[in-house]
């Protein structure tokens, strides 16, 4: 049987495990269909879009129904806002202690927005490129979060997305 302290330990244990535990990848499948001439929707393919924590981009790659190879990086606009300057709030004293109200100093930090909309340029094996314009569900999560968007090869053939 563990005792008090045993549990406490097994806990911390367990705790400084998952601490060391490095950032997971991230992988989404893109269903792709090339649009003909008169619009119909024509062969039907794949993108595959990665995220590795510290490259700083979410990679698409993909292969057309002709063999072709694309390769390139998702672009996601964003900025960093402030809500609101941080206030000072002098030590309060009260009965004889010290006390710091610094509760609400998260609520002042800076904070990351992310545009709905991202953009990506993928060049082919066979010297072709493909412009894509994305339209994201959740802009919070990117690519991850679904959403849809229109490609174009450079010779004029159209694209269809969805995620």
């Not at 309060?92 to 002042?108: E, K, T």
């Not at 082919?124 to 959403?147: E, H, I, K, M, P």
């Amino acid at each position: 049987m563990i005792g008090f302290v045993g549990r406490g330990a097994l806990v911390l244990s367990l705790i400084g495990l998952t601490a060391c535990t490095p950032p997971q990848p991230r992988f989404r499948t893109l269903e792709a269909a090339l649009l003909g001439k008169d619009g119909r929707q024509g062969e039907r393919f794949t993108l595959s879009a990665s995220y590795y924590p510290g490259d700083g981009a979410v990679q698409l790659s993909g292969i057309l129904p002709g063999g072709e190879k694309f390769t390139g990086n998702l672009i996601q606009e964003s900025r960093t806002v402030y809500t609101r300057p941080p206030v000072y709030r002098p030590p309060v004293l009260w009965r004889g202690r010290v006390y710091y109200p610094d509760d609400d100093y998260y609520d002042y930090g800076p904070r990351t927005e992310y545009s709905s909309r991202g953009q990506a340029m993928l060049l082919g094996s066979q010297a072709r490129t493909l412009n894509c314009q994305f339209t994201f569900a959740d802009a919070g999560s990117g690519v991850f979060g679904g959403g849809f968007g229109e490609c174009s090869l450079s010779d004029g053939q159209k694209v269809t997305l969805t995620f």
